[in-house]
């Protein structure tokens, strides 16, 4: 119930191709839907988040898309670059959470130039 | 500058040995988180705290244990009960006042076995 399945695993895309990583979420409470992006030796960082109450927010290059009734949500990077080469991970938290996050297993996606 | 600071960046333990990963914040958030991170895998929780003097365990706990004696600082001690503590460990911290507010990382500490 609490857990959120992301994938792919790993993703190679060529530089200027569209990086596609995708969430699957079972709690119904979750109103809350972050995407952190993590260099080797870093911590996360938040990168984009959204609400329920769309379906889509873009930031830049980066757009997340939100299927309330699949319970399903994606992150799209535009334009990949080789320095979105990263590991993204996905996440999730509610009202029943109070203010924990439930993460994805992460993405690790490489740009190729 | 705003920010989480974690230190040591690289520890090391012996077998049998306590150690203490410190974490401190100036971002005047309430609460605050321990993570794990193995190779390949997604971020564990271990600890957090939404407030001074209270702390909840998470869903890795075994093996440490936590305090948050100020609201800034929020250290984790790997005991020699965990018998597997390699990992990078993460700290973290949030606004409280509702859900849905995203946690701010610091960089970690990689800790490894001598």
């Known amino acids: 119930q609490q857990q959120v399945k992301q994938s792919p695993q790993s993703l190679i895309v060529q530089k200027g191709g569209i990086s596609i990583i995708n969430c699957a979420y079972e709690?119904?409470?979750?109103?809350?839907f972050p995407w952190y992006q993590q260099f080797p030796g870093k911590g996360p960082a938040l990168l984009i988040a959204i609400r329920p109450d769309v379906s889509e927010k873009k930031e830049g290059r980066f757009t997340i898309s939100f299927n309330k009734s699949a319970k399903q949500f994606s992150l799209h990077i535009m334009d990949s670059q080789p320095g979105d080469s990263a590991t993204y991970f996905c996440a999730a938290t509610g009202e029943t959470s109070g203010s924990r996050l439930t993460f994805g297993e992460g993405t690790q996606l490489t740009v190729n130039p | 500058d705003g920010g989480i600071t974690q230190s040591p960046k690289y520890l090391f333990r012996k077998e049998g040995q306590n150690v203490t990963l410190s974490c401190e914040q100036n971002l005047n958030h309430d609460a605050m988180y321990w993570y794990r991170q193995d190779p390949g895998q997604g971020l564990r929780l271990i600890y957090y705290s939404q407030i001074v003097n209270d702390f909840q365990k998470g869903d890795i706990a075994e093996g440490y244990s936590v305090s948050r004696e100020k609201k800034e600082s929020f250290p984790l001690t790997v005991t020699s009960a965990q018998k597997n503590p390699t990992a990078f460990y993460l700290c973290a911290s949030s606004i409280r006042t509702r859900p849905g507010q995203p946690q701010h990382f610091g960089d970690g500490t990689r800790l490894s076995i001598l």
């Open positions: 709690n119904t409470a979750f109103d809350y």
